[in-house]
């Protein structure tokens, strides 16, 4: 029988496409997901890809009572990849309470449950948020970590430490912890992709919805930061390439390849590429002119962030490596597909 693994938030961007890779891979996927940012459309798309359809459990990751019967309706569930989490930086900031119990319970719960169902492995979904604005770059994993800048930044920080002193307790657990960059992009059959809530607050969703027409122009936050062209630099990572290395995680936790028990990856390309670079980009690769004006910066916004991401390269055995230009058309395709669609 195929290895299962609980993929919690398996309906949201990254988990859809990680589900994707697992399920190519040959293992066994159960979602759980709320619906709270995603919904069960996804799971549709998961299989028109893949040819199979995962299981799909509609439950909420921080009650204990839904996740125990969960385990006991899906009995061998060997690892957890955990997506579910609330996830905007800006509400978070309104709203801390809501971040600190959805994200740290989400946590909690499934950390306690693990060791009651057999379950040794978990993946967490950390971000390179934790790093804050970094002393220099790239960033490797052993950067210092910056006081968070927001409630979300820091469910992210403190996930990372009750990981490891639940693992340090003897748990008799395993984790790793992914810090990813910026995903972007969405799958290139464009079946699954990113479904933004709203208004996008973040770059790529603003981007292609102006360049569909639903907004009149992309504001650039900012020229006059100490980089070449005066916007800031990010490492956008593609989504698939993300997702990959979920795969070599789990796997690597399921046959004991490492003996420590809990480690830490960064996600990143290793380039940093401005924002007018992007825009730069996503006109070449699409032909599409997207009009956009500058304007002043985004309070909170670090300057400049990449990724060293050799500890991932050379202990795990992945690297991103789908051109930006694939990347950004593959969310321009996802964008037209919404609106083929009807959705947006
Ligand atoms: P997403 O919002 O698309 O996916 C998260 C999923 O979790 C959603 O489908 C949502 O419905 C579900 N969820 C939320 N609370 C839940 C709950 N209590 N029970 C069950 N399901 C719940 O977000 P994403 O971009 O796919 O992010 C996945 C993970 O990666 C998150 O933990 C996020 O913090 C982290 N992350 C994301 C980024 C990014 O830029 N997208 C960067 C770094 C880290
Ligand atoms: C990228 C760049 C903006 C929108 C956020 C979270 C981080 C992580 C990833 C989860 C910045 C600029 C954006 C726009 C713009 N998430 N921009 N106009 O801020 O790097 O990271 O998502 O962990 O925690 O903070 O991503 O896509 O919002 O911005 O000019 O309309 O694009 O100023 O320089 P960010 P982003």
């Known amino acids: 029988m195929n290895e299962r693994i609980l993929v919690t938030g398996g309906t949201g961007y990254i988990g859809s496409h990680t589900t994707v890779e697992l399920i190519e891979e040959g293992y066994d996927v159960v979602i759980c997901d709320n619906l709270s940012n995603s919904n069960r459309g996804v799971v549709d798309g998961i299989e028109a890809i893949t040819g199979r359809r995962p299981i799909f459990v509609e439950a909420d990751c921080a009650d204990p009572v839904a996740m125990r019967k969960l385990m006991e309706d899906y009995p061998g569930i060997k690892a957890i990849i955990n997506f579910a989490a609330s996830k905007a930086v800006g509400e978070s900031v309104s709203k801390p309470l809501l971040y600190y119990r959805n994200n740290l319970n989400i946590l909690i719960n499934l950390l306690e449950l693990m060791p009651e169902f057999g379950i040794r492995g978990f993946v967490f979904s950390?971000?390179?948020?934790?790093?804050?604005?970094?002393?220099?770059?790239?960033?490797?994993?052993?950067?210092?970590?910056?006081?968070?800048?927001?409630?979300?930044?820091?469910?992210?920080?403190?996930?990372?430490?009750?990981?490891t002193d639940y693992i340090r307790s003897g748990a008799g657990i395993k984790s790793i912890i992914l810090r990813y960059f910026n995903p972007v992009g969405a799958h290139p059959s464009a079946l699954i992709g990113e479904l933004p809530n709203g208004v996008p607050q973040n770059l790529i969703p603003y981007l292609t919805q102006t360049a569909i027409g639903i907004r009149p122009e992309l504001s650039v936050f900012g020229n006059d930061y100490n980089t070449p062209d005066g916007s800031c630099i990010r490492d956008f990572i593609n989504v698939v390439d993300l997702a990959k290395a979920h795969v070599v995680a789990a796997r690597r936790m399921l046959s004991d390849e490492s003996s420590d028990?809990?480690?830490?990856?960064?996600?990143?390309t290793g380039n940093g590429v401005s924002v007018l670079e992007l825009i730069n980009t996503f006109r070449e690769a699409t032909g599409v002119d997207v009009p956009y004006k500058i304007v002043g910066r985004r309070e909170g916004d670090i300057e400049k962030v990449w990724?060293?991401?050799?500890?991932?390269?050379?202990?795990?055995?992945?690297?991103?490596?789908?051109?930006?230009?694939?990347?950004?058309?593959?969310?321009?395709?996802?964008?037209?597909?919404?609106?083929?669609?009807?959705i947006m």
């Open 307 to 342: 990724a060293d991401p050799s500890r991932a390269n050379n202990v795990l055995g992945w690297k991103a490596t789908t051109p930006l230009a694939d990347t950004l058309l593959s969310a321009w395709n996802w964008q037209l597909q919404l609106r083929k669609r009807g």
């Open 261 to 268: 028990d809990i480690e830490i990856f960064n996600l990143g």
């Open 126 to 163: 950390s971000s390179c948020t934790v790093y804050g604005e970094p002393d220099r770059n790239p960033v490797d994993e052993t950067s210092p970590i910056k006081a968070a800048t927001s409630p979300y930044g820091n469910t992210k920080q403190i996930s990372e430490e009750i990981i």
